[in-house]
């Protein structure tokens, strides 16, 4: 836990730092999100060690709390400072709004989808405010209700297409998802309550309508703007941890059950830590509810060939990407019999 508390919890500090002082503070927090993560993926060898079976972790919902509060005081803060008369330079302003909205989206973004999973209202709350703020709300539904249930198939918008580059794959996924995760929370509740959509769509226009009052309409195009930047890395991620792997279509008719070869899995231990342990993505789907601590890296997983982040950019290029995963997807293939 202290390296999950360490890791996620240091570029708060120096986002803070950032917004009041700017000048090296906010250089400091791009720098730590980017060079300094790539760094220390590098120097660490050892992945972080697993947890023994049926541990528990007490402090890790205190610590998505933590984070959780942080991500919703940091938004308007980080708007006020990049868009307001905060006194920062421009150069500042630029470097602030680069490093956070990396936090908003490899930190926030990992920390909220834990938060979705819990079984206590609170931290689920917790979890849709996060992505409410960052205007994502149908991910909460479409992530539970569409993706567990039919990843590494054709009826999962976030399980990307051999062969589909991440543009593709953005400009299908956001609205299906969209529509996916709408019409599974309407068959789930009938009619009957308020429709979480009510909530993604209203809580948006709060934000949207609060932001623009609060700070005008450079606030709300700096808001918007990391929103989207938040959404973007939502989307690689999905796209990463996913392309090109899919479940077999047994003769029963059913799909074969998600194991670990339906999921690409990292193992560089610093991001591993930033990202809460969101690149041991085989073992979420394996286990939705485990507490992110104590996820594993299953024999049998499919593992990229460097950190989330790393690929994440090389996703941006679809030549690069697609001669470096292509070649692993056919030797996966050829490893793997077909039930």
């Known amino acids: 836990m202290r390296a999950f508390a360490a890791a996620t919890l240091a570029p708060v500090v120096l986002l803070g730092l950032g917004i009041l002082f700017g000048g090296p503070w906010a250089a400091g927090a791009l720098v730590y999100m980017t060079v300094l993560s790539f760094t220390l993926d590098r120097l660490i060898a050892r992945a972080l060690p697993e947890a023994p079976e049926g541990a528990e972790f007490p402090a890790a919902d205190a610590l998505s709390a933590v984070l959780a509060l942080a991500h919703l005081a940091l938004v308007p803060a980080v708007v006020w400072a990049v868009a307001g008369d905060s006194g920062l330079s421009g150069a500042a302003r630029v470097a602030l709004a680069a490093g956070a909205g990396l936090w908003f989206g490899q930190v926030s973004n990992s920390n909220a989808h834990e938060l979705i999973h819990r079984s206590d209202r609170r931290l689920y709350r917790l979890g849709v405010a996060v992505y409410v703020s960052l205007l994502y709300g149908q991910h909460v539904s479409a992530h539970r209700l569409v993706h567990h249930r039919h990843v590494a198939t054709d009826a999962d918008p976030n399980s990307a297409r ?73 989307l690689l991620s ?23 070869g339906h999921s690409w899995d990292a193992r560089p231990p610093f991001t591993a830590a930033l990202m809460l342990n969101a690149p041991r993505h085989a073992d979420h789907h394996a286990h939705p509810a485990r507490p992110y601590p104590a996820l594993r890296l299953p024999a049998g997983a499919a593992v990229l060939p460097h950190g989330l982040p790393v690929m994440a950019v090389l996703a941006l290029a679809p030549p690069v990407w697609f001669r470096l995963m292509d070649r692993r997807l056919d030797r996966l293939a050829r490893a793997v019999p077909q039930p």
Do not use: N, T
């Not at 062969?163 to 995760?181: L, M, V």
């Not at 941890?241 to 998600?258: D, I, K, M, T, W």
């Open 162 to 234: 051999r062969g589909e580059s991440f543009y593709a794959f953005a400009a299908r996924a956001w609205p299906a998802e969209f529509r996916a995760g709408r019409a599974a929370e309407s068959a789930l509740r009938k009619g009957r309550g308020l429709h979480p959509y009510a909530v993604y769509l209203g809580g948006a226009a709060l934000w949207v309508a609060g932001i623009a009052w609060a700070f005008g309409w450079r606030g709300l195009l700096v808001y918007l703007a990391l929103a989207a930047y938040a959404q973007a890395q939502l």
């Open 238 to 260: 999905d796209y990463v941890q996913h392309y090109g792997l899919r479940r077999a279509l047994l003769p029963s008719g059913r799909f074969e059950p998600v194991g670990p």
